[in-house]
């Protein structure tokens, strides 16, 4: 239940607290006096969201998402010493997948377009949900060459850790600069996010069970 005080540390009039005792503009808000040891000390809750974390979430959405781009440029374009399409579908062959050019495509647009909704903040969930689905098939694949890249680059290291970020981002989500600001799934992520993490896990069994 909201409630209005005027408490220690306001700077006078009527706040709105929340029951986590933050203000309606989103600062730190001051509790009560603890005179529970005579202490004359308030106590605060923690800062709940402050425009660092939105940085953060920016720079995070526009190297992962600008990563994204740049690998699915490489495969539908050739773009960047890219295998193109053909060169890529050749690569899913050797891995025994079926359906090979389709599947190319398939994930070479589910890259470029995923990356760029990340970049944007926009439709963050469907955008996350996209690259996590790949990364999880990519280090499935990557398994059995171990953890860490080596000399030969083969390890799956690099690969689990653009996965983690784009499940960080369907949980967390986008931050208020992006273009889902307001939307519920910016608003209230975790029930978004679990949603479309079983959409992501889906897509990754069917492509590997139903495909390879």
Known sequence: MSTHDSGPGTSGGAHHFDDA???????????PVDQAGGADTVRRKPFAWNGGADLGLLVLRLVLGGTFIAHGAQKLFGAFNGPGISGF????????FQQTRILAYVTG?????????????????LGAAGLLG??????????????????????????????????????????????????????????????FLLVAAGSSVITLVVLR
């Open 109 to 125: 647009i589910t890259e470029l377009g995923g990356g760029a909704l990340i970049v944007l903040g926009f439709l963050t969930p």
């Open 21 to 31: 005792g933050y203000t309606s503009t989103g600062t730190t808000a001051a509790l």
């Open 134 to 195: 790949v990364m999880i098939n990519v280090v499935t694949l990557k398994w059995n060459n171990g953890f860490f890249l080596g000399s030969t680059g083969t390890g799956f290291e690099f690969d689990l850790v653009l996965g983690a970020l784009a499940a960080a981002l369907l949980f967390i989500g986008p931050g208020r600069a992006s273009l889902d600001n307001g939307r519920a799934w910016a608003r209230v992520p975790l029930p978004w996010g679990v949603l």
């Open 89 to 96: 579908a050749k690569f899913l062959e050797s891995f025994g």
